[in-house]
Structure formats: structure tokens, C-alpha cells
């Protein structure tokens, strides 16, 4: 199948909600790692943070017509080995599902704003950052943008936003078809963390994964 590509105008250099430092630096460490940083690294230039707000630039959807896959999984007789381990789990039942990626937002760079509540905005070392990422890759940029943002731009496009169609296997012959859209994702720490389980006042505890409310392309997920 063809995967398409197509500019996110909506999104590109739209601030998300501010997040508290410690699960914004648990989002930023992610992206660093991506990147071939070491998070401690720029650590200390974000000591005055208390909150912390992202904005992409250059933002691009990259998909996969579901409509067309629709019709390759119901016209075709298309088969997994139902013997393959890495499928067991799904074909045992349970709370195990397949599911395909069939959007993925991806950019190559995004910017950090340092806020020391959720609207004003705290100064940053981006030189002390820079200094810190020129000793290790040159592919990087670090600059400072607007309202003491840190812009970091690489030279690969990252993914920070992706949704997910179910594959049903057919535990008898292996046969795929397509599923629901999938809105409840697991992590790979389990059940606790799945949007059912969570009980009145513990919404935190899903705090790198928020449903986007998108109406342009509902069921992304977004840090």
C-alpha cells in the first residue's frame, strides 16, 4: 500500500498545554534520546522550570488510505501462522490486541518553553544547552526562539503523534480482518495504566499519553 503525505498546517507551531516539569522533561527525554542525547545533559538549564509547553514546526501527516485497507483484508484471503509467538498473546484472548499504525505525525523539530507557572515564561541556558549538544552531534541545532523558547532541530524527522486500527487474527486459520479503531492503548507496564482502570483523581498516571481532541484527525495520540 502507498503512504501518503500531507502538510498539518492546524498544528504546525501551535503550543501545546503546559505539563509540570517532571512529566515535560520525562516527554523531552524521550525526544532527546531519539535524537542520540543524553537528557542529563541539558538537565540544569531548565533549574527555574516549573512548567514546560512544546510547539512543532514543519508538521506532516504521513497515512495509509483504512478504506483501502478495508478492502485488501475483506477481498483477499491474507493469513498470519498462527504458530508465530509474537501473535500468541492476541490469539490466546484476553486484553491483547493487534493493532496496525495507520497515521503517524512526524517532524524535525520542536521547541521547548520554560514557564515558571502556566503562563509565564522562564529564562533558559540555551547557550549552556547548545554548548552541551555541540559536544556531542553536529547534526543538531539549538537556537532560541520566541518567548525564550529552545527550538531543536535534527536532521530525521521524529514521530509524536500516531493512531491505531485493530488486525483480528483468526485463532483457527490465521486469517486477518479489520478491527475498531483503538482507544484504549496499553503501555508496556500493563493494565494499571490503561484509561479504564484509572480511578476518580488519578488522571496523572497516564501522563504520557493524552487522547487528542483533534476533530481534524481524531483518535491521534499526543504527547
Not at 514543519?58 to 504458530?83: A, C, M
Not at 480482518?177 to 476518580?200: H, I, V
Not at 497516564?206 to 483533534?214: A, T, Y
Request: with cysteine; proline share 4%; glycine share 6%.
Amino acid at each position: 500500500m502507498p503512504v501518503a503525505e500531507s502538510p498539518v498546517a492546524e498544528v504546525s507551531d501551535a503550543r501545546t498545554r503546559s505539563v509540570d516539569l517532571k512529566t515535560g522533561f520525562d516527554i523531552l527525554s524521550g525526544f532527546l534520546k531519539a535524537l542520540k542525547l543524553d537528557p542529563g545533559s541539558v538537565s540544569a538549564a531548565f533549574k527555574r522550570s516549573k512548567n514546560i509547553a512544546f510547539t512543532f514546526s514543519n508538521v506532516r501527516r504521513k497515512y495509509v488510505d483504512v478504506l483501502q485497507l478495508g478492502q485488501i483484508l475483506s477481498q483477499h484471503e491474507l493469513f498470519g501462522d498462527k504458530d508465530n509467538f509474537v501473535l500468541q498473546p492476541a490469539l490466546e484472548g484476553g486484553d491483547v490486541k493487534l493493532g496496525l499504525i495507520t497515521d503517524v505525525i512526524i517532524s524535525n523539530n520542536f521547541s521547548i518553553t520554560s514557564l515558571v507557572n502556566e503562563e509565564t515564561s522562564a529564562e533558559v541556558d540555551v547557550d549552556a544547552i547548545a554548548k552541551a549538544i555541540g559536544n556531542v552531534s553536529a547534526d543538531v541545532k539549538v537556537t532560541r526562539s520566541v518567548d525564550n523558547a529552545v527550538k531543536f532541530e535534527g536532521p530525521h524527522d521524529l514521530t509524536f503523534a500516531f493512531s491505531c486500527l485493530e488486525i483480528k487474527i483468526d485463532p483457527a486459520t490465521g486469517k486477518f480482518s479489520r478491527g475498531d479503531w483503538m482507544t484504549n492503548l496499553k503501555s508496556a507496564t500493563g493494565a494499571a495504566r490503561t484509561f479504564e482502570s484509572l480511578q476518580p483523581g488519578e488522571e496523572n498516571k497516564l501522563h504520557r499519553l493524552m487522547l487528542d481532541e483533534n476533530k481534524l484527525h481524531p483518535l491521534l495520540i499526543e504527547l
